[in-house]
Nanobody, 120 residues
Framework: QVQLVESGGGLVQAGGSLRLSCAAS????????MGWYRQAPGKQRELVAT???????SYADSVKDRFTISRDNAKNTVYLQMNSLKPEDTAVYYC??????????????WGQGTQVTVSS
């Protein structure tokens, strides 16, 4: 019913930039919080950034002042602008959204992930 699809990952040199996007589609009545997580090999998935429907953002300390999360509610899309990338940012990035369907059910959905690799 609901699908989140990420795109925009790739290989970039340290100091470079990437912009990730995640579009939600399907039977969607509302989208509340959206966010980005990442998972590096051998590591647990960690929160990167979140944004409320009203645009209030929060960031992990490791990405603060380098990454910017934003959303386009009309397009059901969340973005992650990543600047000044570091090798330690290398991970699979997943988007997450709390979505209400027309049945009134609220639940978290996850994208399939997109690989970000930062070379030194």
């Amino acid at each position: 019913q609901v699908q989140l699809v990420e795109s925009g990952g790739g290989l970039v040199q340290a100091g470079g930039s990437l912009r990730l996007s995640c579009a939600a589609s399907g039977s969607i009545f509302s989208i509340n919080n959206m966010g980005w997580y990442r998972q590096a090999p051998g590591k647990q998935r960690e929160l990167v950034a979140t944004i409320t429907r009203g645009g209030i953002t929060s960031y992990a300390d490791s990405v603060k002042d380098r990454f910017t999360i934003s959303r386009d509610n009309a397009k059901n899309t969340v973005y992650l602008q990543m600047n000044s990338l570091k090798p330690e940012d290398t991970a699979v990035y997943y988007c997450n959204a709390k979505i209400g369907d027309y049945r009134g059910s609220l639940r978290n959905y996850w994208g399939q992930g997109t690989q970000v690799t930062v070379s030194s």
